[in-house]
């Protein structure tokens, strides 16, 4: 949206300076060209749009009480690491490590962002009660222990505080539950090639691909002040796969003059917004992510950065569920655990961003996480929405609603396969 808008008077829970949105949180996205444009640039009416439930997210991760004890330590220490660098982003740390590649993305900003961005961590880290709140049991560490630990001394196996014993059942339980569908789907198919008369010799049909598309985007109320011009509004994000990887989803212009009621439509099957390969080895099901931002068109390097530390944070909870699991022995625990890396990372990325953006707002609306499970590799089970809720292929269409700073955006989505 366009720099016109104003953080006054916009107070955070903290009492603390703002940061600049175009400091910390509208960078996470470089100003690129996302894959997947096609034609003209698609037309723009004052026609209302439908509007259709909210996408479902991966959840609280209450289901997984081990899981999510691992993981909100990994979200606290990550928080931490990102306060004591903004607060110093001029202290050098190891290379490789979680808190330099951090640095590298800040100080690729202008210095009137950095300078921003320090005051404010500054002020946050300097509270022992709001290192408390906003680090858990890394908040004891004072900014320059911890700085000197960092994410990889104080996120550990031996360090984090979970239940292994209940992981290790949960994760067994899970394997075998994973085993029993996938013979029974195994079992299913041939009935079905049987069934449509597909020769048992061939193989049978499956997927290649899986597609996050963005039908629409509709200003509903323009931000405020509402003249003089109009918003500038740009879309990207994070895509997360079934075993925790995480992609940036590169930046782009939706447009740069919205007005009350505009809406900006992309021709079927719409904008690919990213696209997942289904066709490598791994047990099913799988569960596949998406954040979606609305922000500010930015070309700094911090997006990069921080694309780097989801990879480095998803292998260090890795390292602590596996230890933890030492010893089990079954054939899909691999696929359990996927599973489970998958959707802990794609709450984390949800929960991060979102703190950024609640600490550090002013340009910026808070991110929509959509997440979908997908039971089998057989293209036959996503044509009838009698099995999973799939209609040839695609998933009924869902509504992103962006509210702030005195504006409201609706953004319709929808994940297709491809056989």
Partial sequence: MRSRLSSAGALRRYALPLIAVTALTAALIPAQAAAGTTGAPPPRTTAEDPEYPAPPT???LRSDPEIASIIQDADYALKYSMAVVAADPAKQYPAGSIEEDLRTGILSMPVDRQKTAAEAARAMIA???????????????????????????????????FDRAGLKR?????????????????????????????????????????????ERVKCADETNPEWPGD???????????????????NQFTVADDFDDNEVKVYADPGKLFHRFDLTGAGAWPRTYSTVVMLAEKDGS???????????????????????????????????????????????LVGTFFDWLFELF?????????????????????????????????????G??????????YKVNVHWQVNP
């Fill in 58 to 60: 991966p959840g609280d």
């Fill in 127 to 161: 509270d022992p009660a709001v290192r408390k709140r906003e680090f858990g049991r890394h908040g004891a560490h004072e900014p320059g222990k911890y700085a000197g630990l960092g994410f990889s001394g104080v996120f550990t196996p031996d360090s984090v505080p």
């Fill in 170 to 214: 949960r994760l067994t339980d899970r394997a075998a539950r994973i085993e029993a569908t996938h013979k029974l789907e195994e079992a299913d198919a041939k009935e079905m090639a049987v069934k449509y008369q597909v020769p048992l010799q061939l193989q049978i049909p499956t997927l290649t691909s899986l597609d996050y598309r963005i």
């Fill in 231 to 249: 918003d500038e509004i740009a879309m990207g994000g994070v895509a997360v796969g079934h075993n925790g990887a995480t992609t940036k989803v």
């Fill in 301 to 347: 390097g911090f997006a990069d950065a921080i694309n780097t530390v989801w990879g480095k944070v998803k292998d260090d909870v890795l390292k602590v569920i596996e230890k933890a699991v030492a010893g089990v022995l079954t054939g899909y625990l691999g696929a359990a655990l996927a599973e489970a890396i998958g959707k802990a990372v794609a709450w």
């Fill in 361 to 397: 707002q002013d340009d910026m609306f808070h991110p929509g996480t959509h997440y979908v499970y997908m039971p089998n590799r057989y293209e036959w089970m996503y044509k009838n929405a009698s099995n999973y809720g799939w209609t040839n292929f695609r998933l009924p269409t």
């Fill in 399 to 408: 509504t992103f609603t962006f509210n702030g700073h005195g504006g409201s």
